[in-house]
């Protein structure tokens, strides 16, 4: 049974940082792309976050330089470090894990639950 369980979310003022936790079960985890993505309400989920099974990382434009992406193998663990949070990343932050059908026996795209984080003075 596949598993991807955040952590990590909460409430924080403008200007201050959390860090979120993925761990991942049910998966090799070493094959697959790693990503975090948001969903604020009335809006549609977007990409925050990538990283792929090199280590090779890519952002959305509106965190880029606040937010950085990393993952640990040995954990099964990927992680979010968000600094200089702002109102508007306010949102619930899920967990993705993608693998290929080259890779895989096909193509694999799996969601935790999310967790949420609000940021507000």
């Known amino acids: 049974q596949v598993q991807l369980v955040e952590s990590g979310g909460g409430l924080v003022q403008p200007g201050g940082s959390l860090r979120l936790s993925c761990a991942a079960s049910g998966i090799n985890f070493n094959i697959y792309d790693m990503g975090w993505y948001r969903q604020a309400p009335g809006n549609q989920r977007e990409l925050v976050a990538r990283?792929?099974?090199?280590?090779?990382?890519n952002y959305a434009a509106s965190v880029k330089g606040r937010f950085t992406i990393s993952r640990d193998n040995a954990k099964n663990s990927v992680y979010l470090q968000m600094n200089n949070l702002k109102p508007e990343d306010t949102a619930v932050y899920y967990c993705?894990?993608?693998?290929?059908?080259?890779?895989?026996?096909?193509?694999?795209?799996?969601w935790g639950k999310g967790t949420l984080v609000t940021v507000s003075s």
């Open positions: 990283i792929t099974r090199g280590g090779s990382t």
């Open positions: 993705n894990g993608k693998c290929s059908r080259f890779l895989c026996s096909r193509d694999m795209d799996y």
